[in-house]
């Protein structure tokens, strides 16, 4: 199956796109309608610093979201927005258990491909790849 191994670059785009879409989508709602309601539902969970964490989440939510469409930071973003999912997970969706899967099938999904981003990278399709190449080089070996 080599061939799947040329569609790389198209897949973590369409990844990184859909990732970074469905956190813009879940944070521009806590702008619109006001942070003040996020802040008490962040608070209702018994998280520490609601306002400032409340702040924290909708830069990372709208701005991590553009980054990861555009393919910049996407490692350290992904990183984030995973450990955002498993706190979220933690914290809101399994709350009832681990039976009941229909409360925390999406963020379990949403969680995972980032972490599948924050290992993977942004693949060749994207700025990081313009503006740092296709990362680390191996180190070469000196000649005995």
């Known amino acids: 199956m080599n061939f799947l191994d040329k569609l790389r670059p198209f897949t973590l785009l369409v990844l990184r796109c859909t990732l970074g879409l469905i956190f813009l989508f879940h944070g521009y709602p806590k702008v619109a309608h006001g942070i003040g309601g996020t802040t008490k539902y962040v608070s209702s969970l018994g998280l520490p610093s609601p306002?400032?964490?409340?702040?924290?989440?909708?830069?990372?939510?709208?701005?991590?979201?553009?980054?990861?469409?555009?393919g910049l930071a996407t490692r350290p973003v992904a990183l984030l927005f995973t450990i955002e999912m498993c706190v979220a997970l933690w914290k809101v969706h399994l709350v009832n258990g681990i039976m009941d899967v229909h409360e925390y099938e999406f963020p379990l999904l949403v969680g995972a491909a980032a972490l599948a981003l924050a290992s993977l990278g942004a693949g060749s399709i994207s700025l990081d790849y313009s503006f740092f190449g296709g990362g680390p080089k191996p180190k070469s070996r000196p000649k005995p």
């Open 51 to 70: 306002t400032i964490l409340t702040y924290i989440l909708v830069a990372l939510e709208l701005g991590g979201g553009v980054l990861l469409i555009l």
